[in-house]
């Protein structure tokens, strides 16, 4: 629903989830909280986890977005921010959850679409059991 909702008005992720991807949510989250999360992601380096970071932060921005009048939708995207440490725990968890259920084709298609890896997401599950 979120996914049609924001492509019902020609936000696609590349408009919007950019930034995050570049900064790793650097530029509206308070710097411990920033720190946490990079700490997070550095701990989990053989998981391909940051993708999902941002796939729970949307999702965790659902009503928000769904009830934004449509000429605020990209403003709104543009100002999420994650603002506590606790929220932070929460929607690393959400993304794990959204990792562990994704099908391994699917993660094996993403690593090479991303990354060019030869390693594959049964190879990085294992690393990290």
């Known amino acids: 629903a979120l996914s049609t909702f924001l492509g019902d008005y020609s936000m696609s992720p590349e408009i919007y989830a950019t930034p995050w991807f570049v900064t790793l949510f650097a530029r509206h989250t308070p710097t411990p909280v920033t720190l946490l999360l990079w700490e997070r992601l ?10 999902f970071v941002v796939l729970a932060f949307v ?8 009830s934004s009048h449509e000429d605020y939708i990209p403003e709104t995207l543009s ?15 959400q993304a794990l959850g959204y990792l562990w259920n994704t099908p391994a084709s ?8 991303c ?3 030869a390693t594959t997401s049964e190879e990085r599950r ?4």
Do not use: C, T
Not at 42 to 51: I, Q
Not at 79 to 93: I, K
Not at 126 to 129: Q, T
């Open 42 to 51: 550095l701990m989990d380096k053989s998981l391909p986890v940051f993708p």
């Open 59 to 66: 999702v965790s921005h659902k009503q928000l977005l769904m």
């Open 79 to 93: 100002r999420l921010s994650l603002e506590d440490p606790a929220d932070l725990e929460q929607l690393y968890n």
């Open 106 to 113: 699917f993660l094996h298609h993403m690593d090479w679409l």
């Open 115 to 117: 990354y060019r890896s």
């Open 126 to 129: 294992a690393a990290i059991a």
